[in-house]
């Protein structure tokens, strides 16, 4: 936990609560599932444009009328949301890790403690928005340029490299996790839940 920020935010009025930050629940989790849902369903579509004579048996069955163009609409606009969200996610995670109180006797399943967990999941976080974002680019120039006219507007490189973004993404999920269930990093609400207790009365 970081004592100057912390005396910072005492010095605004603000105090910290039974989650150790400044509001009920940490926010920084929830994002991570729109980011991370989001471009997945973008890589998925744009699979699902790429081989759409396989897939249109199965939105005939479910009555959606749907067209290779569509496909690519939905692809495009997840993963360019996911981008957007995505630097709210790391902005939130590094303001909540700074706040962070882990417990020191205990290594995750990884074998690794808390301290070299937020490291990694930090440093990784940065990297998977950068690698986010390029993905985002290069779509974006496929989609209005360089493959505008092509029936196939996503390019098979691009198809893989986001089938590896998404193995990364388990990786690095997987370490979030271990803060949150592990760690005990910002869970004590929740926990509080799972009791039967109520957080809010405790942070009364």
Same mark, same amino acid.
Do not use: C
């Given at each position: ?58 939105? @005939? ?16 606009? #997840? ?21 962070? #109180?882990?417990?020191?006797?205990? @290594? ?39 493959? @505008? ?5 996503? @390019? ?49």
């Amino acid at each position: 936990m970081n004592p100057t920020l912390i005396d910072q935010l005492k010095q605004l009025g603000i105090e910290l609560g039974v989650n150790g930050l400044p509001y009920r629940f940490p926010v920084h989790p929830n994002l991570v599932h729109l980011s991370l849902g989001l471009f997945i369903i973008g890589i998925i579509f744009d699979f699902l444009g790429t081989f759409f004579k396989l897939d249109h048996p199965i939105f @005939k069955f479910l009555v959606i009328p749907t067209t290779r163009e569509n496909l690519y609409d939905v692809a495009w606009y #997840n993963v360019l949301a996911s981008t957007v969200i995505s630097f709210f996610t790391v902005l939130f995670g590094f303001f909540e890790i700074l706040l962070a #109180n882990p417990a020191t006797n205990v @290594k995750s399943s990884w074998g690794l403690e808390a301290g070299p967990t937020m490291l990694l999941h930090g440093i990784g976080g940065v990297l998977l928005l950068i690698m986010m974002a390029a993905m985002t680019v290069w779509r974006g120039f496929q989609r209005y340029s360089w493959r @505008k006219n092509n029936i196939h507007q996503a @390019k098979w490189s691009y198809l893989l490299i986001g089938v590896f973004i998404m193995g990364y993404m388990f990786i690095h999920g997987t370490l979030g996790a271990q803060l949150g269930a592990e760690f005990g990093i910002h869970s004590t609400a929740a926990n509080l839940i799972q009791q039967g207790q109520n957080p809010n009365q405790i942070l009364n």
